[in-house]
Nanobody, 115 residues
Framework: QVQLVESGGGSVQAGGSLRLSCAVS????????MGWYRQAPGKQREMVAG???????NYADSVKGRFTISRDNAKNTVYLQMNSLKPEDTAVYYC?????????WGKGTLVTVAS
């Protein structure tokens, strides 16, 4: 069974940085899409950043220039470096893997940004 485990969340002041990690129990080297999503209280889950094999990336407009997604295939881990954090970035952040028509999600990690 494929498992995704997020870590690195926490509380930070506005302007600070955090790096989230998503450890995957299977290889992420093959053709697949990895992504970070977030869900704030009372809001729908939204895509934050995505990366596909070949390292093509895309970002939500709200995080462009502040967040960076990357992957380490040797460690089967995907990262989300978050800089210049804002209170509106407060949410539970989820990791997602799409491969071969299968869709997997982690349980999430909470990020709280204080003003």
């Amino acid at each position: 069974q494929v498992q995704l485990v997020e870590s690195g969340g926490g509380s930070v002041q506005a302007g600070g940085s955090l790096r989230l990690s998503c450890a995957v129990s299977v290889s992420i080297f093959s053709i697949n899409i990895m992504g970070w999503y977030r869900q704030a209280p009372g809001k729908q889950r939204e895509m934050v950043a995505g990366i596909i094999s070949g390292d093509s990336t895309n970002y939500a407009d709200s995080v462009k220039g502040r967040f960076t997604i990357s992957r380490d295939n040797a460690k089967n881990t995907v990262y989300l470096q978050m800089n210049s954090l804002k209170p509106e970035d407060t949410a539970v952040y989820y990791c997602r893997k799409l491969a071969g028509g299968m869709d997997y999600w982690g349980k999430g990690t909470l990020v709280t940004v204080a003003s």
